[in-house]
């Protein structure tokens, strides 16, 4: 698909069609990034996506989450000492 360039201001503007914005999950905000001279368009996500995603305690990304898991509450009693 061929498309213009058009001058807004003094930076330019690309008119995306309906149909493409839709195909790449497009609806107000972009990610731009330029890789080998080419640029790259793709769709934001959330400045907090994934943020309350439950945590998968397998996953090794989590780390120590399979911890807490374990952790019983008497763990808790008692002065700590520094």
């Given at each position: 698909?061929?498309?213009?360039?058009?001058?807004?201001?003094?930076?330019?503007?690309?008119?995306i069609?309906?149909?493409?914005?839709?195909?790449?999950g497009?609806?107000?905000?972009?990610?731009?990034?330029?890789?080998?001279?080419?640029?790259?368009?793709?769709?934001?996500?959330?400045?907090?996506?994934?943020?309350?995603?439950?945590?998968?305690?397998?996953d090794p990304?989590?780390?120590?989450?399979?911890?807490?898991?374990?952790?019983?509450?008497?763990?808790?009693?008692?002065d700590?000492?520094?």
């Amino acid at each position: 698909m061929l498309a213009t360039i058009r001058k807004i201001g003094n930076s330019r503007g690309l008119i995306i069609p309906a149909p493409l914005l839709a195909a790449c999950g497009i609806e107000s905000s972009v990610e731009l990034t330029v890789e080998a001279g080419k640029l790259i368009v793709k769709a934001s996500k959330p400045v907090r996506a994934g943020w309350f995603v439950a945590e998968d305690a397998t996953d090794p990304a989590y780390g120590d989450a399979a911890l807490w898991d374990r952790a019983e509450a008497s763990d808790d009693e008692g002065d700590w000492e520094w």
